[in-house]
């Protein structure tokens, strides 16, 4: 829109004060023409869409005498006020929302002063228009009525919609929502509404269109930004109908059906047609074009269709009849027309169900008595058995099926049509079994297939079985564990087995017997399974604690089972400790232990676990502890020296008598006691050095002493290997010099080892500790009999190598004895032999056989649990 200059008048007072004749000169606005956002408001125009709090513009204005100069805008009495102003710097802000719709323009009345004088202008602001108006339809929604014959391409409306903006914002174009789904077309500009050239309207396939039209402005700059608004409204067209259609015959296809009891006159079937043209429709006439033979007649109004004679005269079982249905106009004249074919079909009544027949005429209970278990494929001959259906054609078509338990039996055939021989088949031998059904019942069921009565008969069919010895004993478990004490007296029983067979009478009856390796001192019952031990067997842990074998259950027909029996000798505190020797003499050197043993022949713990006390000690108490559970005596810890064992004491023997119990924790509970002379001496300096006071520190710890030899031996090898290659590397480099002078090295004479053997018996106690390196052969003699180890020879000791030393051979091993590591002073009691019972390989697979097993059966009760 045009800036338009308004005419301003302004205002000029002046005061003039009574003491002073000086002139005052008015204030006055700046007139900076248009398009400047500061001066009077003159020429100033706004966009509606100026946000509210915006600063829109500057009052701007002077004094001729240089006062200071205050704003103000005022507004005619009852309009609204849009806008503030600054009085001091004159800044206007816009305060209500503006619509150029509803306003198009604002008077304003702005205003400067000096404080003396006023001048007031009145100027007017025009609203310039933004896009923020959507178009409006003046005659939508509407509904309108087009007939279906109208022709393609024909106008059938004109949309019309305005838009209250100006501009581009204001220019209406028109669209439909889904033009490529719909019969009709939409002129853009103008906005009318046509049918599509190549299309036309049809009642019967669609009565109504709901057309959706769009109505969008051109755009337009709103916010700052290009915005376009769009309405939408719908039309909704009724198409009307012309009669252009023929009749169709509803329901279709058609059949009907001629019984054999109809008479002349029974209706068979009832046609029914409509005109095509549903909005206005015609009424119909009905008529026979061909094939009714004469023998019907059809209803000209109702189109029912009735026989003319009896059944019986009737020479065809098909009709095919061609019925035409007419329309008729007002006039009464026949017009379009429509054919359709009834399918009249003359069938036999279904009045006899099926019926089943034995030997001697109809029957519907069938027997049978048989063996159990008959192969499969087997015809059940006792069996003879005719179904009859005395209908024609699908009502003497019927289905047979037998119904019982499982699927033992099988029907054949399965399909009938009139008549025929029923066999029964095996179909499932073992569930034919006498121990779950003494005798099986059936049902033999007949029922037709293809009729509306689905009439149908049953025949039942017993069938007694007749036992025979098809099973053989099977026993409660695979397997059974049982324990027996020790000592039991013979004839104890030991475990009771049951095996069961569900044959009946003889065959029913099982015996037990028992075999295998680990049977020979056991028996059993044969009727009970009470597995008990010889008269004369006498069970000992220590001897034999397992035990496995077979029992078998057997019936009159040789038919059996078999299970394992696994029997374990529970272990009994039957045997006390015992020492090898009641009284036993050691020498202890001080700050070492000597050891006691004990051996109970007890299979099991805490039976055969022994405890060690020291009962008395003479002349003193009080000087030794023991070991419990090894039975190693030491000096209490604080005695370090013989000294200090005759200041405790007040004794100066160095032998002692110590009463020794070794107890077992079985209950009842055994012990058994033994004296122990033990002569104590201090530790001396070896003759052999170091080395000497080495073995005898480390004389209980054989490993230790095996590792030092090692290490001493390796050390020696690697020199020997250091030392010979830088030779050897000289005497190369030498060569190469002075190939002509050769080094010829005599070997060092070395003297043989000879290593005092520490089991001799020393004179005296100074001796016990000396290495001598003498003695090319000694004869040991076994001081300490409780080490199980008797006399042997040393041999001499071969003469060492040159590099690298090795250590003397160790005693020659006797078979049947201990083999010891490395010996120590002390001496210790040896363990008493155990008797073990002598394996042959056939206890060792029953061994192996009694682990698996018993795995299995752990295995068994956890998967149940």
């Known amino acids: 829109m045009k800036n338009v200059k308004i005419l301003h008048f302004p205002l000029l007072f002046l005061f003039v004060h009574p003491c002073f004749a000086h002139a005052d000169f008015a204030p006055y606005f700046y007139d900076n023409g248009p398009y400047i956002y500061n001066g009077n408001l003159a020429l100033f125009s706004l966009s509606e869409d100026t946000a509210v709090g915006t600063t829109i513009y500057c009052l701007n204005g002077t004094d001729p005498e240089g006062q200071e100069v205050r704003y103000g805008v005022s507004f005619d009495p009852g309009s609204k006020e849009y806008f503030r102003v600054d009085p001091k710097s004159g800044n206007i802000t816009l305060v209500e929302q503006l619509d150029r719709e509803k306003q198009d323009s604002i008077d304003v009345l702005v205003s400067i002063t000096d404080g003396r004088s006023k001048v007031v202008e009145r100027v007017t602001v025009f609203v310039m228009d933004a896009n923020d108006e959507k178009p409006e339809f003046q005659n939508m929604p509407a509904l309108i009525d087009v007939l279906e014959t109208t022709e393609s391409g024909s106008s059938i409306y004109k949309v019309e919609a305005v838009d209250k903006d100006t501009g581009s914002g204001g220019s209406v174009t028109y669209f439909l929502q889904n033009p490529q789904s719909t019969l009709f077309a939409m002129d853009r500009n103008s906005g009318v509404l046509r049918i ?465 119990q070794a107890r077992d924790r079985g209950q009842p509970s055994f012990s058994t006691t033994a004296v122990i002379k033990i002569d104590i001496t201090e530790a001396t300096q070896l003759s052999g050095g170091p080395l000497g006071s080495f073995f005898m520190q480390n004389r209980n710890k054989p490993l230790q002493i095996l590792g030092m030899l090692a290490g001493v031996i390796s050390l020696m090898v690697i020199v020997t290997v250091i030392i010979s290659t830088a030779t050897f590397m000289r005497n190369k480099k030498s060569n190469r010099i002075l190939p002509n002078r050769r080094v010829r090295r005599r070997p060092p004479t070395q003297q043989p080892w000879n290593l005092r053997n520490p089991f001799k018996v020393p004179e005296t106690p100074g001796e016990k500790f000396r290495v001598d390196e003498e003695e090319p052969e000694v004869i040991v003699e076994n001081v300490n009999y409780n080490n199980n180890v008797t006399d042997f020879v040393v041999r001499q000791w071969p003469p060492p190598p040159s590099a690298p030393s090795l250590p003397p051979p160790p005693p020659t091993y006797i078979p049947g004895q201990r083999q010891w590591a490395v010996p120590t002073v002390s001496a210790t009691v040896a363990p008493k032999p155990r008797k073990k019972p002598n394996m042959n390989r056939q206890d060792t697979v029953n061994l192996a056989l009694v682990s698996e097993l018993k795995m299995r059966f752990e295995q068994k009760r956890m998967l149940k649990h």
């Open 196 to 660: 599509k050239y190549g299309e036309m309207l049809d009642y019967e396939k669609t009565k109504t269109h709901f057309v959706t039209v769009i109505a969008k402005d051109s755009g337009g700059n709103f916010n700052g930004k290009e915005q376009f608004m769009s309405s939408s409204a719908t039309l909704t067209i009724n198409v009307i109908d012309a009669q252009d259609t023929p009749p169709s015959f509803i329901g279709t296809p058609y059949f009907g059906y001629v019984y054999e009891i109809s008479v002349p006159g029974s209706e068979i079937f009832t046609v029914l047609a409509k005109d095509g043209d549903g909005g206005n429709p015609n009424p119909i006439r009905y008529s026979f074009e061909e094939g009714d033979d004469g023998v019907f007649s059809i209803n000209k109004t109702s189109g029912c269709i009735t026989l003319l004679i009896l059944p019986i005269y009737l020479k065809r079982e098909i009709f095919n009849i061609k019925v035409k249905a007419t329309e008729v106009s007002p006039e009464g004249r026949l017009v379009d027309y429509g054919v359709t074919t009834v399918v009249i079909r003359v069938v036999d009544l279904n009045n006899n169900p099926p019926t089943f027949y034995g030997e001697n005429g109809p029957q519907n209970m069938f027997e049978l008595t048989m063996n159990e278990h008959p192969p499969e494929g087997e015809i059940l001959r006792g069996l003879k058995i005719t179904v009859n259906d005395s209908d024609q054609g699908a009502n003497a078509k019927f289905n047979l099926r037998l119904i019982g338990p499982g699927r033992m039996l099988r029907v054949v055939p399965q399909t009938v049509l009139n008549e025929a021989q029923v066999t029964i088949l095996v179909e499932d031998s073992a569930a034919m079994d006498y121990e779950k059904h003494h005798f099986l019942t059936y049902k033999l069921l007949a029922a037709e297939i293809d009729t509306p009565e689905r009439f149908s008969a049953t025949a039942d069919i017993v069938i007694h079985l007749l036992d025979t010895n098809d099973n053989a004993p099977k026993f409660s478990s695979e397997y059974y564990i049982a324990r027996i004490p020790e000592n039991s007296p013979g004839g104890s029983n030991v475990v009771s087995v049951t095996a069961t067979d569900p044959d009946s009478g003889p065959w029913g009856d099982v015996k037990y017997s028992i075999y295998g390796s680990g049977a020979d001192l056991f028996l059993i019952q044969p009727i009970s399974g009470i597995v008990y031990t010889q008269p004369w067997a006498s069970l000992d842990a220590e001897v034999r604690s397992k035990y496995n074998f077979y029992v078998k259950a057997e019936d009159a027909e040789g038919k059996y089972s078999l299970a394992e029996v696994f029997v374990t000798v529970l272990d009994l505190n039957d045997h006390p400790p015992a020492f090898n020797d009641n009284f036993v003499e050691k020498t202890m050197v001080i700050g070492a232990p000597v050891k006691i043993e004990a051996v109970d022949e007890d299979a099991e713990v805490p039976n055969n676990v022994i405890e060690y006390a020291i009962m008395r000690a003479e002349p003193d108490n009080n000087i030794f502890d023991i070991n419990t559970d090894t039975g190693e005596i030491m000096l209490k810890s604080y005695i370090k020296s013989m000294a200090i064992i005759q200041n405790i004491t007040q004794h100066r023997e160095c032998t002692w008598s110590l009463v020794v």
